[in-house]
């Protein structure tokens, strides 16, 4: 992209799209349509060629392919494992087992590959003075080590977006009262979850379903699988309020428990009650209270 007199920009090539998002207001009364506003101004890269870019960058040839248990001898002669990259945790070894349990893809020969993906992202303030500021989200992947993708000249740092700001004009025309702050929280999860509408589009879901092929820097095809492990956020706060509701593509539609929207149709039932009860989403805090 490029501006109107021929001059480069920083979105300038690497597949860069400027586009606009369409978020919902509720109006806070009954049979009041919600209005629709349009927030331009997102830069975001489609997340299949920057898989496909990265695969193929010389950092790749460090990308560990499979993952692994590693195991260290202690003093006493007894064996301690050791929980040092995301590649040799639990969660990548399950994935792993599983995509190979996995039927292929007709005709497709090829070494399934997880490719686990990592994304961050926090808003950041430019100045000192003044309200500027920048929202970039990026992405590293997971069968990096760490001790690399730390490294600022590893170029193991990905940008894939950057989120623009809730537009005064917005916040201006919500009507004032008691429900004003939740209305205006609304309108940025909206926005957040239009923003990932956008990034996880139907290519994304394609390559996460059915894997794409690419010829690696050793000269062999392998078919690779990205798998989303984490996101990290600055605050809790953050990641509750924005993320934790993202349902737009989920299986659940609720991220208090894992209820399926196939049996949304069961919903009073003695089953669905058992469903709530044995199926509720108390994992995320006993690994916080644990940790």
Excluded at 78 to 85: L, N, T, V
Excluded at 99 to 120: A, D, I, S
Excluded at 145 to 174: E, G, M, V, W
Aim: glycine share 6%; net charge positive; charged share 20%.
């Amino acid at each position: 992209m490029s501006d109107h007199d021929g001059t480069s920009t920083p979105f300038s090539g690497d597949a860069w799209i400027e586009s606009k998002v369409d978020i919902s207001i509720p109006s806070g009364m009954k049979d009041v349509e919600p209005k629709t506003y349009p927030v331009a101004g997102l830069h975001c890269r489609p997340l299949v060629p920057v898989m496909k870019a990265a695969l193929t960058d010389v950092t790749a040839r460090r990308f560990h392919f499979s993952p692994f248990k590693r195991i260290r001898f202690s003093p006493t002669g007894g064996e301690i494992r050791c929980f040092d990259e995301a590649y040799t945790s639990d969660a990548f070894l399950e994935a792993h087992n599983k995509l190979q349990k996995q039927r292929n893809e007709p005709g497709c020969t090829y070494e399934k590959v997880v490719l686990g993906l990592m994304f961050w992202s926090d808003s950041t303030h430019l100045a000192n003075f003044g309200t500027a500021k920048v929202w970039p989200v990026y992405l590293y992947f997971a069968n990096l080590s760490k001790y690399i993708r730390c490294k600022p000249n590893s170029a193991a740092s990905h940008h894939i977006a950057y989120i623009p700001s809730l537009l005064d004009s917005i916040q201006d025309d919500i009507s004032t009262g008691s429900q004003q702050s939740t209305i205006v929280t609304h309108c940025r999860r909206e926005l957040m979850h239009k923003v990932w509408g956008q990034l996880l589009d139907n290519n994304f879901v394609t390559a996460y379903t059915h894997g794409f092929v690419i010829k690696c820097l050793d000269g062999q095809c392998r078919q690779f699988y990205p798998w989303i492990f984490t996101y990290s956020a600055d605050y809790p706060e953050k990641y509750v309020l924005l993320f934790a509701p993202i349902c737009i593509i989920g299986l659940c539609p609720c991220p208090r428990c894992l209820v399926c929207k196939v049996n949304i149709d069961k919903v009073g039932q003695k089953r669905d009650s058992r469903d709530r009860i044995t199926k509720a989403c108390t994992y995320l805090g006993d690994t916080i209270q644990t940790a």
